[in-house]
């Protein structure tokens, strides 16, 4: 079966057409986290989303270039870095850490770039671009200093959230800062600087400021990935106004379509409400985690529904996702014995060979619901033909060969041992080198930070040993 997506802009399932005469990888493109606090499970559905079409893609044999971009400058960062009396890049580092830490906790796949929007080469390009727009009539400065694009020159502003313009005049929704627009639906691409932004600026033609949110993606995504982009994905509250900016900009500039397929993922809900930071309803991985479930358990809960269904967040659901992965885990180990064995099954087995249906699933839209159906009826069957000696240990085999196939996707096993997650392998290397130049300031600095991410770091005769949980010295 062809692979087919639902995708934003057509609001229709689409057959897919990815594959390049010459093979290029596939390039995808992620909105990630705004570092202003810890990431919640909420947000974590949105990544292991997009962690679950990366995988099926590779899964059919594409390669895939993936970006995921940190926002480490809006509104919300440089109040966080306020209210805290520390510099912005200090105040977003711990978030970010944190970030990396519970996407390995959930077994998230690294995307290839993870660029932050503060790195001057995107600031430069973002000013770049708004330039371009400027010259183009598709944006201009207002009289607060700031420069916003003009949405009614851009005829398609709306189609990605299939949105009426003069249903955005009717919904009055004025901010107090906004007053110089010209359209109430003209959006900041350069935001001058003022008080509250303390030393948060950037030099531009128009001014000390700093660039809008939409802006930094447009700049990211078209640097790395180039002007035109395969898949953009993001969670459904993206759709509008941000992905709908970004592609006004980046098709402002270029010329050219900026995105095929556009893939949203509905919302973790919490009693029926969305989980958000601004509703306070939301839990954390650590939060997951203290109540004595595994990243393991967390990534089968939020991965187990299809993505366009919104997902109720409970622990009944956790419960569920344990009790799901102990059958996988008796079914495998189950297999693995009889493929240890020497044991022949009475008769040949004439039923259960593995099928194609579980990857045929996910080409329908990532329907990973069916997918696991029939794993669970595949469990359910061999379990039964196991039972009744009616599978020896070839079929086992082809059964563990499948299992190990949809296992890169779904990537559930059982842990045999704690992974030290990338950012704290590169904190406690950091931190060694701050040894080896004496520089015990900066050392014990990352020790702390080592520390917050839930590790110890152990100076032994062999070198730093790292350990779960905080250590000690
Ligand atoms: P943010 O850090 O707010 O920019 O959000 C990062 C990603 O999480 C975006 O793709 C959002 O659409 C997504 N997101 C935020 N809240 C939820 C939620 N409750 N369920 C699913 N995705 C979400
Ligand atoms: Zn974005």
């Known amino acids: 079966m062809a692979l087919r997506f639902f995708n934003t ?23 990630g986290p705004t570092v202003y606090s810890r990431a919640h499970i909420g947000n974590f559905r949105a990544y292991i989303f997009e962690d679950l079409l990366q995988r099926h ?12 971009n940190i926002t480490d400058v809006e509104d919300k960062t440089i109040r966080g870095a306020r209210e805290a ?31 932050a929007a503060t790195d001057q080469r995107y600031i430069d390009r973002m000013i770049d671009m708004i330039n371009a727009l400027i010259s183009k009539g598709l944006a201009y400065q207002a009289d607060d200093k700031s420069v916003y694009f003009r949405i009614n020159k851009f005829p398609d502003y709306g189609k990605l959230a299939h949105f009426d313009l003069t249903q955005l005049q009717s919904t009055g929704r004025v901010k107090h800062d906004e007053y110089d627009k010209e359209h109430i639906g003209d959006f900041a691409l350069w ?27 447009s700049a990211m995504s078209t640097a790395l990935l180039g002007d035109q982009i395969d898949i953009h994905c993001g969670g459904v509250d993206n759709i509008f106004p941000h992905h709908e900016a970004e592609i006004a900009q980046s098709e ?20 029926g409400q969305k989980m958000a930071k601004s509703l306070g309803n939301f839990y954390t991985v650590p ?8 990243g393991r358990e967390l990534r089968y809960a939020l991965l187990r529904v299809h993505y366009r269904v919104p997902l109720n967040f409970t622990w009944q659901g956790m419960n569920e996702a344990r009790e799901s992965l102990a059958r996988i885990d008796e079914w495998l180990a189950r297999l693995r014995q009889l493929i240890g064995s020497v044991r022949r ?9 593995p099928t194609t249906d579980f990857e045929e699933a996910l080409d329908d839209d990532l329907n990973i619901s069916a997918a696991l159906g029939f794993l669970f009826e595949s469990i359910r069957e061999t379990n039964r033909a196991m039972d009744q000696n009616e599978m020896d240990a070839a079929s086992a085999s082809a059964w563990l060969d499948w299992w190990q196939r949809i296992n890169t996707v779904l990537d559930l096993e059982a842990e045999t041992d704690v ?7 590169r904190l406690a290397e950091e931190r060694e080198n701050a040894r080896h130049e004496k520089d015990w300031k900066r050392s014990d600095e990352l020790r702390e930070r080592i520390s917050a991410l839930g590790w110890g770091v152990r100076d032994t005769k062999a070198g730093p040993k790292l350990t779960r949980g905080t250590g000690s010295a």
């Open 252 to 271: 402002g500039v270029t010329g050219k379509k900026f995105v095929r397929y556009w893939l949203h993922c509905a919302h973790l809900l919490v009693d």
């Open 9 to 31: 802009y057509s609001r229709e399932i689409e057959e897919v057409e990815l594959r390049d005469p010459t093979a290029r990888p596939v390039k995808m493109y992620t909105c």
């Open 419 to 425: 992974a030290i997650p990338h950012e704290v392998a």
């Open 85 to 115: 009396g520390v510099p912005l890049q200090k105040f977003t580092e711990q978030f970010k850490d944190a970030f990396f830490v519970d996407a390995h906790t959930l077994r998230i796949k690294r995307a290839d770039e993870y660029p």
């Open 345 to 353: 099954a009475d008769r040949t087995p004439q039923r259960g060979m």
């Open 57 to 68: 893609l590779e899964l059919r044999d594409y390669k895939v270039h993936r970006v995921m």
């Open 287 to 294: 939060d997951v985690l203290a109540k004595g479930y595994t």
């Open 191 to 217: 935001k001058a600087w003022d008080e509250a932004d303390g030393d948060v600026k950037w030099d531009s033609p128009w001014g000390p400021g700093r660039p809008g949110w939409h802006i930094e993606c």
